[in-house]
Protein backbone atom coordinates (compact mmCIF):
# COMPACT_ATOMS: atom_id res chain seq x y z
CA UNK A 1 0.00 0.00 0.00
CA UNK A 2 1.46 3.38 -0.71
CA UNK A 3 2.82 5.36 2.44
CA UNK A 4 -0.30 7.59 1.93
CA UNK A 5 -2.68 4.98 1.82
CA UNK A 6 -0.86 3.59 4.70
CA UNK A 7 -2.06 6.55 6.55
CA UNK A 8 -4.90 6.75 5.40
CA UNK A 9 -5.79 3.40 6.70
CA UNK A 10 -3.87 3.64 9.92
CA UNK A 11 -4.19 1.32 13.33
CA UNK A 12 -7.09 0.49 14.47
CA UNK A 13 -8.34 -1.47 17.38
CA UNK A 14 -9.52 -5.49 16.89
CA UNK A 15 -11.37 -6.41 20.51
CA UNK A 16 -11.76 -10.61 19.71
CA UNK A 17 -14.12 -13.18 21.57
CA UNK A 18 -11.89 -14.32 23.90
CA UNK A 19 -11.11 -10.66 25.08
CA UNK A 20 -8.13 -9.98 23.58
CA UNK A 21 -8.19 -6.62 22.29
CA UNK A 22 -5.22 -6.49 18.79
CA UNK A 23 -4.29 -3.82 16.62
CA UNK A 24 -4.92 -4.25 12.90
CA UNK A 25 -2.47 -2.03 11.15
CA UNK A 26 -0.92 -2.26 7.19
CA UNK A 27 2.27 -4.28 6.85
CA UNK A 28 5.68 -2.37 7.27
CA UNK A 29 8.85 -2.48 5.20
CA UNK A 30 10.60 -3.37 8.89
CA UNK A 31 7.89 -6.65 9.35
CA UNK A 32 10.65 -8.71 7.99
CA UNK A 33 11.58 -10.33 11.19
CA UNK A 34 8.09 -11.08 12.33
CA UNK A 35 6.51 -12.04 9.43
CA UNK A 36 9.38 -14.51 9.16
CA UNK A 37 8.29 -15.46 12.35
CA UNK A 38 4.63 -15.49 11.54
CA UNK A 39 5.41 -17.84 8.63
CA UNK A 40 7.54 -20.04 10.93
CA UNK A 41 4.68 -20.62 13.46
CA UNK A 42 2.29 -21.78 10.92
CA UNK A 43 1.72 -25.84 11.25
CA UNK A 44 1.94 -28.06 8.13
CA UNK A 45 -2.01 -28.67 9.02
CA UNK A 46 -2.88 -24.70 8.01
CA UNK A 47 -0.32 -24.61 5.22
CA UNK A 48 -2.17 -26.86 3.54
CA UNK A 49 -5.06 -24.30 3.12
CA UNK A 50 -2.61 -21.39 3.21
CA UNK A 51 0.01 -22.08 1.16
CA UNK A 52 0.33 -19.34 -2.12
CA UNK A 53 4.29 -19.76 -1.94
CA UNK A 54 6.50 -21.79 0.94
CA UNK A 55 6.66 -19.52 4.03
CA UNK A 56 9.91 -18.77 4.54
CA UNK A 57 12.52 -15.65 5.23
CA UNK A 58 13.03 -14.81 1.80
CA UNK A 59 9.09 -14.60 1.11
CA UNK A 60 8.83 -13.23 4.41
CA UNK A 61 11.20 -10.64 3.10
CA UNK A 62 9.87 -10.01 -0.37
CA UNK A 63 6.61 -9.06 1.11
CA UNK A 64 7.81 -6.29 3.38
CA UNK A 65 10.07 -5.26 1.27
CA UNK A 66 6.70 -4.39 -0.84
CA UNK A 67 4.97 -3.27 1.87
CA UNK A 68 4.86 0.02 0.13
CA UNK A 69 3.52 -1.13 -3.31
CA UNK A 70 1.08 0.34 -5.15
CA UNK A 71 -0.53 -3.17 -6.31
CA UNK A 72 -0.86 -4.25 -2.69
CA UNK A 73 -2.82 -4.23 0.29
CA UNK A 74 -1.51 -6.33 3.20
CA UNK A 75 -2.22 -5.72 6.67
CA UNK A 76 -1.42 -7.52 9.73
CA UNK A 77 -2.87 -8.14 13.22
CA UNK A 78 -0.57 -7.87 16.34
CA UNK A 79 -0.71 -7.70 20.08
CA UNK A 80 -0.72 -4.68 21.15
CA UNK A 81 1.68 -5.28 24.20
CA UNK A 82 4.35 -5.98 21.55
CA UNK A 83 3.39 -3.73 18.52
CA UNK A 84 4.98 -5.06 15.63
CA UNK A 85 6.80 -7.99 17.17
CA UNK A 86 4.31 -10.58 16.77
CA UNK A 87 2.26 -11.59 14.33
CA UNK A 88 -1.00 -13.08 14.66
CA UNK A 89 -3.02 -12.72 11.58
CA UNK A 90 -2.02 -11.35 8.10
CA UNK A 91 -4.33 -10.73 5.21
CA UNK A 92 -3.67 -9.31 2.08
CA UNK A 93 -5.13 -8.75 -1.67
CA UNK A 94 -2.59 -7.71 -4.58
CA UNK A 95 -2.84 -7.05 -7.88
CA UNK A 96 -1.13 -6.99 -11.15
CA UNK A 97 -0.97 -3.27 -12.45
CA UNK A 98 -3.24 -0.50 -12.60
CA UNK A 99 -5.31 -2.02 -15.51
CA UNK A 100 -6.46 -5.80 -13.48
CA UNK A 101 -9.71 -6.45 -13.87
CA UNK A 102 -9.85 -8.46 -9.97
CA UNK A 103 -7.10 -8.74 -7.04
CA UNK A 104 -6.40 -12.01 -5.36
CA UNK A 105 -7.19 -12.26 -1.59
CA UNK A 106 -5.28 -14.70 1.14
CA UNK A 107 -5.41 -14.63 4.98
CA UNK A 108 -3.61 -17.15 7.62
CA UNK A 109 -4.10 -16.57 11.54
CA UNK A 110 -1.74 -17.92 13.96
CA UNK A 111 -2.80 -20.83 16.13
CA UNK A 112 -4.15 -19.80 19.36
CA UNK A 113 -5.71 -16.39 18.01
CA UNK A 114 -7.93 -18.79 15.53
CA UNK A 115 -11.65 -18.94 16.58
CA UNK A 116 -11.72 -15.78 18.33
CA UNK A 117 -13.39 -13.26 15.76
CA UNK A 118 -9.53 -12.65 14.56
CA UNK A 119 -10.32 -13.53 10.83
CA UNK A 120 -13.08 -11.72 10.32
CA UNK A 121 -11.76 -8.47 12.14
CA UNK A 122 -8.84 -8.58 9.16
CA UNK A 123 -11.34 -9.60 6.54
CA UNK A 124 -13.75 -6.48 7.87
CA UNK A 125 -10.66 -4.29 7.32
CA UNK A 126 -9.57 -5.38 4.04
CA UNK A 127 -13.10 -4.63 2.83
CA UNK A 128 -13.28 -1.31 4.05
CA UNK A 129 -9.97 -0.68 2.21
CA UNK A 130 -11.02 -2.80 -0.86
CA UNK A 131 -13.84 -0.01 -1.29
CA UNK A 132 -11.66 2.57 -2.06
CA UNK A 133 -8.08 0.96 -3.42
CA UNK A 134 -7.60 -1.89 -6.05
CA UNK A 135 -9.99 -3.30 -8.20
CA UNK A 136 -14.01 -3.72 -8.09
CA UNK A 137 -13.41 -7.06 -8.17
CA UNK A 138 -11.72 -9.64 -5.22
CA UNK A 139 -11.04 -13.53 -6.06
CA UNK A 140 -9.87 -16.13 -3.95
CA UNK A 141 -10.07 -19.85 -3.84
CA UNK A 142 -11.01 -22.31 -0.73
CA UNK A 143 -10.50 -26.31 -0.24
CA UNK A 144 -13.71 -27.48 0.52
CA UNK A 145 -12.21 -29.66 3.16
CA UNK A 146 -11.72 -26.05 4.65
CA UNK A 147 -15.66 -25.72 6.35
CA UNK A 148 -14.19 -22.61 8.49
CA UNK A 149 -13.19 -20.08 5.87
CA UNK A 150 -15.86 -21.58 3.76
CA UNK A 151 -18.66 -20.09 6.08
CA UNK A 152 -16.62 -16.99 7.02
CA UNK A 153 -16.01 -16.05 3.49
CA UNK A 154 -19.59 -15.65 2.41
CA UNK A 155 -20.75 -14.41 5.60
CA UNK A 156 -18.05 -11.32 4.46
CA UNK A 157 -19.57 -10.84 0.70
CA UNK A 158 -18.03 -13.87 -1.20
CA UNK A 159 -19.78 -15.39 -3.30
CA UNK A 160 -19.28 -19.37 -5.15
CA UNK A 161 -18.93 -18.63 -8.38
CA UNK A 162 -16.75 -22.04 -9.74
CA UNK A 163 -16.04 -25.67 -8.20
CA UNK A 164 -13.45 -27.14 -9.38
CA UNK A 165 -9.67 -29.04 -8.20
CA UNK A 166 -6.83 -28.00 -6.97
CA UNK A 167 -4.14 -29.48 -8.81
CA UNK A 168 -1.25 -31.25 -6.79
CA UNK A 169 0.75 -28.21 -5.22
CA UNK A 170 3.45 -27.74 -2.59
CA UNK A 171 3.44 -31.53 -2.39
CA UNK A 172 -0.38 -32.40 -1.10
CA UNK A 173 -2.85 -34.08 -3.14
CA UNK A 174 -4.96 -32.60 -5.67
CA UNK A 175 -9.00 -31.79 -3.83
CA UNK A 176 -11.34 -29.67 -4.93
CA UNK A 177 -11.83 -26.65 -4.11
CA UNK A 178 -14.12 -23.30 -4.75
CA UNK A 179 -13.45 -20.27 -6.65
CA UNK A 180 -14.89 -17.45 -4.37
CA UNK A 181 -14.93 -13.52 -5.58
CA UNK A 182 -16.73 -10.41 -3.76
CA UNK A 183 -17.69 -6.86 -4.94
CA UNK A 184 -15.74 -4.51 -3.61
CA UNK A 185 -16.96 -1.57 -4.18
CA UNK A 186 -20.51 -3.06 -3.47
CA UNK A 187 -20.25 -4.84 -0.18
CA UNK A 188 -22.28 -4.01 2.96
CA UNK A 189 -20.86 -3.45 6.39
C1 LIG B 1 -9.76 -19.63 8.17
C2 LIG B 1 -9.27 -18.55 9.13
C3 LIG B 1 -8.62 -17.41 8.32
C4 LIG B 1 -10.47 -17.98 9.90
O1 LIG B 1 -10.00 -17.04 10.83
P1 LIG B 1 -10.46 -17.19 12.38
O2 LIG B 1 -9.90 -16.05 13.10
O3 LIG B 1 -10.11 -18.56 12.86
O4 LIG B 1 -12.04 -17.10 12.22
P2 LIG B 1 -13.11 -16.19 12.97
O5 LIG B 1 -13.11 -16.56 14.42
O6 LIG B 1 -12.95 -14.76 12.64
O7 LIG B 1 -14.46 -16.67 12.25
C5 LIG B 1 -14.75 -18.00 12.01
C6 LIG B 1 -16.23 -18.09 11.67
O8 LIG B 1 -16.50 -19.38 11.13
C7 LIG B 1 -17.44 -20.04 11.98
N1 LIG B 1 -17.03 -21.45 11.96
C8 LIG B 1 -16.03 -22.03 12.66
N2 LIG B 1 -15.94 -23.33 12.32
C9 LIG B 1 -16.90 -23.54 11.37
C10 LIG B 1 -17.30 -24.70 10.62
N3 LIG B 1 -16.70 -25.89 10.78
N4 LIG B 1 -18.32 -24.54 9.72
C11 LIG B 1 -18.93 -23.34 9.54
N5 LIG B 1 -18.58 -22.23 10.23
C12 LIG B 1 -17.57 -22.34 11.13
C13 LIG B 1 -17.33 -19.38 13.31
O9 LIG B 1 -18.51 -19.53 14.05
C14 LIG B 1 -17.10 -17.92 12.89
O10 LIG B 1 -18.29 -17.31 12.46
P3 LIG B 1 -18.79 -15.90 13.07
O11 LIG B 1 -17.73 -14.88 12.76
O12 LIG B 1 -20.07 -15.59 12.36
O13 LIG B 1 -18.95 -16.13 14.53
C15 LIG B 1 -8.23 -19.10 10.16
O14 LIG B 1 -8.84 -20.09 10.96
C16 LIG B 1 -6.97 -19.66 9.51
O15 LIG B 1 -6.05 -18.92 9.23
N6 LIG B 1 -6.92 -20.99 9.29
C17 LIG B 1 -5.73 -21.64 8.74
C18 LIG B 1 -5.34 -21.14 7.36
C19 LIG B 1 -6.54 -21.00 6.45
O16 LIG B 1 -7.43 -21.84 6.40
N7 LIG B 1 -6.53 -19.90 5.67
C20 LIG B 1 -7.58 -19.65 4.69
C21 LIG B 1 -7.15 -20.23 3.39
S1 LIG B 1 -8.42 -20.14 2.14
Redesign the pocket.
Known sequence: MKPADQLKFGPIEAKL?DGKVATIRPLRTDDGPALTEFYASVPRE?FR??CPHELDRAHAEAHCAAADSPHEVVVVLVEPESPGKVIA?YAWFRWPDDEAKASTF????RRG?????????LITRVREIARILGPAVMD????KA???????YQ?MGFKIVRSQMRGNYMGFEPEPEFAMEMRTRDVEG
Not at 106 to 109: A, L, N, R
Not at 140 to 143: A, D, K, S, Y
Not at 146 to 152: F, G, W, Y
Open positions: RDFYGGICVWQDCGAGRALTVQNPRAVALK
